[in-house]
């Protein structure tokens, strides 16, 4: 079965920064797209950025271009993202996800924690 | 950026019976980008439905979606009591995907 294991999250204070994983296995990760995706406590799902197969192309959200960055390590079988310029809006569940058909997402993570707050 | 609007927030309803969540997009869904998870509490999302209406590997046929345009529909023709949760749609539009704000289907 496959698996994705987040990882990296924790208390940080407005204007810190993070960096995230996700730990892929059962399944060969190169030849698939990732994307991360929040969730905000007792809110709906938010996502936040994409990334193609090999490293390319890179996709984020209008509120979080310019403060994120995702990358992949093939070899590693990870996805990362780094966080930085911490806002209060940031505090969330942050799940990476498998990119499948139809540019849906077909397995999660249980996801991590990332609380924002002085 | 294309906004899709759920409806109902809430559905209030009873093992056996069917449940119909809609999903309404800002803008024409290109190339069939519309999908629909689940969501239990305490849970990741599961997928239910991709391309308006394929069925993910190992969800029950009870679930289906239909639609096209701006309107969407998932549809689960006998609710089981594992089915109580909350479901989101989902669309992919030049370089960004976007949620729904949520259906809750509640006993």
């Known amino acids: 079965e496959v698996q994705l294991v987040e990882s990296g999250g924790g208390l940080v204070q407005p204007g810190g920064s993070l960096r995230l994983s996700c730990a892929a296995s059962?399944?060969?990760?190169?030849?698939?797209?990732m994307s991360w995706v929040r969730q905000a406590p007792g809110k709906g799902l938010e996502w936040v950025s994409f990334?193609?197969?090999?490293?390319?192309?890179?996709y984020y959200a209008d509120s979080v271009r310019g403060r994120f960055t995702v990358s992949r390590d093939n070899v590693k079988n990870s996805l990362y993202l780094q966080m930085n310029s911490l806002r209060d809006g940031d505090t969330a569940l942050y799940y990476c996800?498998?990119?499948?058909?139809?540019?849906?997402?077909?397995?999660w993570g249980q996801g991590t924690l990332v609380t924002v707050s002085s | 950026e294309i906004v899709l609007t759920q409806s109902p927030g809430t559905l209030s309803l009873s093992p056996g019976e069917r449940a119909t969540v809609s999903c309404r997009t800002s803008?024409?869904?290109?190339?069939?980008?519309l999908a629909w998870y689940q969501q239990k509490p305490g849970q990741a999302p599961r997928l239910l439905i991709y391309?308006?209406?394929s069925r993910a590997t190992g969800i029950p046929d009870r679930f289906s979606g239909s639609g096209s345009g701006t309107d969407f529909t998932l549809t689960i023709s006998r609710l089981e009591p594992e089915d109580f949760a909350v479901y989101y749609c989902?669309?992919?539009?030049?370089?960004?995907?976007?949620f729904g704000q949520g259906t809750k289907v509640e006993i």
């Open positions: 996800a498998r990119g499948y058909l139809s540019n849906s997402f077909d397995y």
């Open positions: 803008q024409s869904v290109s190339d069939n980008y």
């Open positions: 059962k399944f060969t990760f190169s030849t698939y797209s």
């Open positions: 989902q669309q992919y539009d030049s370089t960004l995907w976007t």
């Open positions: 391309g308006v209406s």
């Open positions: 990334i193609g197969t090999s490293g390319s192309p890179i």
